[in-house]
């Protein structure tokens, strides 16, 4: 299973993980290619702090124009924070130790971390490699590919 | 064949998705073939994931019995992943 992850939001790198930890306790072979701002979530100085935005998310419990006042990210954050320990659902940065524990492998996009200016030194410990898309998709294949 | 067959019991009671799995996973790495783990959830979902998971893994699903407020689905260890 390959689940490549483009986004850097708490909203969008929980299901990721969610899904490439129950996929590794299914017994598959499961990757993570993380890209674009899918990488902010493997960021050391990040992956403790990802932020949901209210803004441009009409699935918010609110008006979407609110989400553009100061200081309602960080409520909706922390909101969402909130329900996720009620849920004990681990942190990012805990559930990035379960994945690993359970041999999923992580994988950093080398064209992103070049054009975003990050070198590898800045990335979590638990990223196994820098590669790029056709190793990404030579991992991927013949399984499942869920892009987030 | 080594020592007796354990019962295990993994609490995973307020937890969700993956939670349940998840403890099911770390109690099932160490144990044996013929164990039996019981597990108790209150995440609807657990049922089927469970029951998902026992198939996939080759592992039986021995019962699932709904309790006051939960359920207590109960596995038995068949396969073990090297």
């Not at chain 1, 979407?64 to 681990?90: D, E, F, Q, S, Y």
């Not at chain 1, 992103?112 to 990050?118: A, D, Q, R, S």
Request: aromatic letters at 6%.
């Amino acid at each position: 299973m390959l689940i490549i992850l483009s986004k850097g939001t708490m909203d969008m790198v929980y299901p990721a993980l969610m899904i490439a930890t129950t996929g590794a306790t299914m017994g598959k072979e499961v990757h993570m290619f993380f890209t674009f701002w899918g990488l902010s979530a493997v960021d050391k100085k990040k992956v403790g702090s990802l932020k949901v935005a209210p803004v441009g998310n009409p699935g918010m419990p609110m008006p979407n124009i609110l989400g553009m006042i100061p200081g309602m990210t960080a409520m909706a954050t922390r909101m969402m924070n909130g329900r996720m320990a009620k849920a004990k659902v681990p942190s990012v940065p805990e559930m990035f130790k379960m994945a690993k524990d359970l041999g999923v492998q992580l994988h950093a996009c080398s064209t992103t971390m070049e054009v975003m200016g990050i070198p590898k030194e800045t990335l979590i410990d638990e990223i196994d490699d820098v590669v790029g898309a056709a190793t990404m998709l030579s991992l991927g294949e013949g399984g499942q590919i869920i892009f987030i | 064949m080594s020592a007796v067959s354990q019962h295990k019991v993994v609490d995973s009671r307020g937890s969700f998705c993956p939670g349940p799995i998840t403890d099911l996973f770390k109690a099932y790495r160490s144990s044996q073939i013929g164990d039996v783990i019981e597990l108790l959830a209150t995440d609807p979902a657990a049922k089927a994931d469970v029951t998902a998971w026992a198939q996939r893994s080759g592992n039986e699903l021995l019962d699932i019995i709904d309790e006051q407020g939960y359920i207590r689905i109960i596995v038995k260890i068949t396969k073990k992943r090297s």
